[in-house]
């Protein structure tokens, strides 16, 4: 079943030591304990999530979890969370009639002036300013609405949010 | 006028344990599984919809070096390398219950959505995968066009 020679690979990892793979390996391994963290994240994000419990689903320290998470996903996990709440707002204002203080309970909010004041920061106007303008959303999976319609906390988006 | 879709290639760091994921749990069936020499072409698919293959490929040489491979691995496991999967199936809340007992983990349990119910889950690598029950009037379409295709 070979080719000829001269396109014949190396047989794998010939050219990486073991060394090499063994700390490759454990970022992966990393990368995906921070993945569990964040999938817990996008779907109990309305219950009250703490770092002690999130650091547990990642299976690291509570140290080691802010900051890994950090290093990880550019972000810390309270942020994350954070703008991950305000999303799922953003869409209830957007998708249903529901009163403002229900759906920041609903999000994961204890207090109205809490949501009121994260979603200005994140957002840049009220909630019941959003709701008025009334942006209309296509019909996607919402697995894809989840990951581009969260308030980025990189500065760029959010820019070309408000514009 | 392109007339079907035959393979989506997703990457997975492993081939054997990929295999044991996507066939052993979740029921796909290995459409192809050739040693090429310079990669092994491995491709699964939906028992009765085999037209449509998923290739299974392995990031590293010769397709790329060891550098690229390792930031290809790196975004695999963060769930940000675009490996995305949707299946549909008849009875989301069955077929959730199967694989949860076959010791698949979910990221999320079946939720009404508008076009159905869905729910979601990553393979052992970090590409997420999802399987919905369309609501019926998708799923009417989706047999209709189903029916013209053949």
């Known amino acids: ?163 | 006028m392109l007339k079907s879709l035959a393979i989506s290639q997703i990457y997975v760091l492993d081939q054997g344990q990929a295999l044991d994921f996507y066939v052993g749990k979740l029921g796909l069936k290995v459409r192809d599984d050739q040693d090429l020499g310079f990669m092994r072409w491995l491709t699964v698919a939906v028992p009765g919809d085999e037209s449509r293959a998923i290739l299974l490929e392995r990031p590293g040489q010769p397709s790329m070096d060891d550098k690229t491979a390792e930031q290809v691995r790196d975004l695999v496991t963060k769930g940000r390398a675009g490996g995305h999967l949707f299946f549909i199936t008849d009875d989301c809340r069955k077929t959730y219950d199967e694989l949860r007992a076959k010791g698949v983990e979910f990221t999320e349990e079946p939720t009404e959505r508008p076009y159905g119910i869905d729910c979601g889950l990553r393979d052992p690598f970090g590409n997420h995968i999802r399987f919905s029950q369309p609501t019926s009037v998708a799923s009417v379409e989706q047999s209709s066009s189903g029916k013209q295709r053949r």
Do not use: K
């Not at chain 1, 296509?138 to 070309?160: D, L, N």
């Open chain 1, 1 to 163: 079943m070979r080719g000829t020679p001269s396109i014949v690979p190396p047989p794998r990892h010939r050219t990486r030591t073991c060394c090499d793979y063994a700390v490759s390996r454990a970022v992966e391994d990393s990368n995906l304990r921070m993945l569990r963290a964040r999938d817990a994240m996008d779907r109990t994000y309305a219950q009250p999530l703490d770092i002690p419990a999130l650091a547990r689903i990642a299976i690291v320290s509570e140290a080691h979890f802010i900051r890994t998470f950090r290093a990880t996903f550019g972000e810390t996990p309270h942020r994350y969370l954070q703008r991950r709440r305000v999303e799922r707002a953003m869409f209830l204002l957007r998708q249903t009639d529901r009163d403002v203080t229900e759906i920041c309970l609903d999000v994961g909010f204890n207090s109205l002036g809490t949501f009121s004041r994260s979603f200005r920061d994140i957002v840049g106007e009220s909630p019941t300013d959003y709701r008025n303008r009334g942006r209309g959303a296509a019909a996607v999976p919402t697995c894809f609405a989840m990951a581009w319609t969260r308030p980025s906390s990189f500065g760029e988006a959010r820019e070309r949010g408000r514009g």
